[in-house]
T-cell receptor, first 110, second 113 residues
Framework: DGGITQSPKYLFRKEGQNVTLSCEQN?????MYWYRQDPGQGLRLIYYSQIVNDFQKGDIAEGYSVSREKKESFPLTVTSAQKNPTAFYLCAAGQFTEAFFGQGTRLTVV | AQSVAQPEDQVNVAEGNPLTVKCTYSVSGNPYLFWYVQYPNRGLQFLLKYITGDNLVKGSYGFEAEFNKSQTSFHLKKPSALVSDSALYFCAVTDGGSYIPTFGRGTSLIVHP
C-alpha cells in the first residue's frame, strides 16, 4: 500500500486504557492523516498534520491525541476519553493530489 | 465546506455488464476529485483522479470516471464488470487549496457471476 505501514493490524483495548496506533511512511510526504472508518459512515477525519511538529484536529478529534516529531511517523493515541473506540483506523500520507493509505488497524474494546 | 454524496449504499451488477457508481460533490473552489477502492480489512487503493483537463479520466483496472461540472458529479464507470471488482468504493473531494480530502460514505459494489 504505497509505503505506509500501520501496526498492529489488530488491537484489543480494555475499558479505561490508552492505546497507541503506529503509522510510519517512507514516501517522504509532508502531510499525514488519521481516519476512522465505521460501517455505513465512510471515513471520518480524526487528525491531520501538514508538517513536522504541527497538527490539526479533524471532525472527530475528541478522545484522540497525536504527535508528529518526525516526518515519517504520525502515531495516534486512543485515550480512555473516547467512549466508543471500536472501529477500523486508517492512516494516510499525501502529496497535493493523492493520498496513500496503510492497511489499517482494527481496534476492539474488550 | 466540502462534501461528497454517494447516493447508493450498494450497487449490484452482473458480470460482463457495464457498471456505474455515482458520486456528487460540493466544494467552494475548483474540485479535485478522486476514487478509491477498498477490499475487506484492507486500506484504500487509489483508482483515479480528476484535477483539470479532459472530463473523462481513465484509471486503474479498466475504470474511468466522467467529471460533469454542471451536475457536480464524478461517476465511476467500467464497460464490463468482473466478479473481482466486488469491493467498497469511495469518492473523495478537495478544493485544492489544502489537501484534506473529504470522503463519501462508500458504495458497496457486488458483481454477480
Amino acid at each position: 500500500d504505497g509505503g505506509i505501514t500501520q501496526s498492529p493490524k489488530y488491537l484489543f483495548r480494555k475499558e479505561g486504557q490508552n492505546v497507541t496506533l503506529s503509522c510510519e511512511q517512507n514516501l517522504n510526504h509532508d502531510a499525514m492523516y488519521w481516519y476512522r472508518q465505521d460501517p455505513g459512515q465512510g471515513l471520518r477525519l480524526i487528525y491531520y498534520s501538514q508538517i513536522v511538529n504541527d497538527f490539526q484536529k479533524g471532525d472527530i478529534a475528541e478522545g484522540y491525541s497525536v504527535s508528529r516529531e518526525k516526518k515519517e511517523s504520525f502515531p495516534l493515541t486512543v485515550t480512555s476519553a473516547q467512549k466508543n473506540p471500536t472501529a477500523f483506523y486508517l492512516c494516510a500520507a499525501g502529496q497535493f493530489t493523492e493520498a496513500f493509505f496503510g492497511q489499517g488497524t482494527r481496534l476492539t474494546v474488550v | 465546506a466540502q462534501s461528497v454524496a454517494q447516493p447508493e449504499d450498494q450497487v449490484n451488477v452482473a458480470e460482463g455488464n457495464p457498471l456505474t457508481v455515482k458520486c456528487t460533490y460540493s466544494v467552494s473552489g475548483n474540485p479535485y476529485l478522486f476514487w478509491y477502492v477498498q477490499y475487506p480489512n484492507r486500506g484504500l487503493q487509489f483508482l483515479l483522479k480528476y484535477i483539470t483537463g479532459d472530463n473523462l479520466v481513465k484509471g486503474s483496472y479498466g475504470f474511468e470516471a466522467e467529471f460533469n461540472k454542471s451536475q457536480t458529479s464524478f461517476h465511476l464507470k467500467k464497460p464490463s464488470a468482473l466478479v473481482s471488482d466486488s469491493a467498497l468504493y469511495f469518492c473523495a473531494v478537495t478544493d485544492g487549496g489544502s489537501y484534506i480530502p473529504t470522503f463519501g460514505r462508500g458504495t458497496s459494489l457486488i458483481v454477480h457471476p
